[in-house]
């Protein structure tokens, strides 16, 4: 059974029930993600042998998020203990015109005080053939940083296979940081996962007649955007995603997979989303997924956007779904009919 690695955040997810908004409520429902924590997951739920590496408070809300990804099969064992807080996130989904909202509060939190120390990367890469990072984890402070940096060399040193989803947020760090920092990770990356928004603001690389804020898109820009890329960094494949917002309530949903040599392009699904936090993660994971079991590209792509397509569906971080459902709906079964 093949082992996966990831590394990065889990933090405690605040949100409204449904959508109503912060300034309605009394209460919020409680659960845990983040975007290595759920790409865990996913390859747990697939079979994997799937691991999370991070650094979380020994009280009780640590152990807490521990619980919950042992739950699904995660290995938690080279987790480190310290610090004083799990990060925390509030979420209000949006619908139809109005856009989700997301609230970060995790400033200080465990993963924040992490050192190289921390982790025996030799130790965690025993056994393993794939570790998977974001640009969000490197984001978090110049240690996470380093951190990322240590382990994309022990992989290397090993013959892991590397993958990064870009993930670029602007509310934890610049434009200018974010190149690079990431600049300096990517060649050690053999599968980079991204989106339009992504490498035009972490590496300037835009895609030709397109505009995310109107739901279009143009293949012949995201195929340059991959080029430019590979080109750039050597990469073995480019996945980019290609979102069609056609409001927060309705989505289409595709991706592309570049070698090299080939584009491929997934059939595009019309979504109705009831919680999109996590599409990507539950991309990533797909991918890494058929990657990992030696998938032909266009499989690939085909496995790695059904699944993202399904998390779509799922309340929460975590993309519950099975390897045969996915399936299914690569193969064509997208009619909802109950299944008895």
Known sequence: ?????????????????????FNQVDHFQATYGGGEANVAVSLANYGLEAEFVTKLPTHDIGQAAINDLRRYGVETKH??????R??????????????????????????STATIADFNWDEIFEGAQWFHFTGITPALGDDAAAICLEACKAAKARGVKVSCDLNYRKKLWT?????????????????CIANEED?????GIHAADTDVTKGEVNH???????KQLKDRFGFEYVAITLRESISASDNNWAAM??????????????VRIVDRVGGGDSFGGGLI??????YEPQEAIEFAVAASCLKHTIEGDFNRVSVAEVQALAGGDGSGRVQR
């Not at 996966?4 to 959508?19: C, K, N, Q, S, W």
């Not at 997979?257 to 019309?270: P, Q, T």
Request: charged share 25%.
């Open 220 to 226: 012949e820009g995201y195929k340059d955007v991959a």
């Open 1 to 21: 059974m093949s082992k996966v690695v990831t590394f990065g955040e889990i933090m405690l997810r605040l949100a409204p029930d449904g959508y109503l908004r």
């Open 257 to 270: 997979l570049y070698n090299g040599e080939d584009f491929f392009f997934s059939k595009k699904y019309a």
């Open 79 to 84: 987790i480190a203990r310290g610090g004083e």
């Open 199 to 203: 490498a035009a603001d972490v590496f």
């Open 175 to 191: 434009r200018e940081k974010a190149g690079e920092v990431m600049a300096s990770l990517m060649e050690y990356v053999n599968v």
């Open 86 to 111: 799990v990060g925390i996130y509030f979420l209000e989904k949006g619908a139809s015109q109005r856009p989700s909202k997301v609230i970060y509060d995790r400033a200080h939190s465990s993963i």
């Open 289 to 294: 997924y058929s990657l990992v079991n030696n």
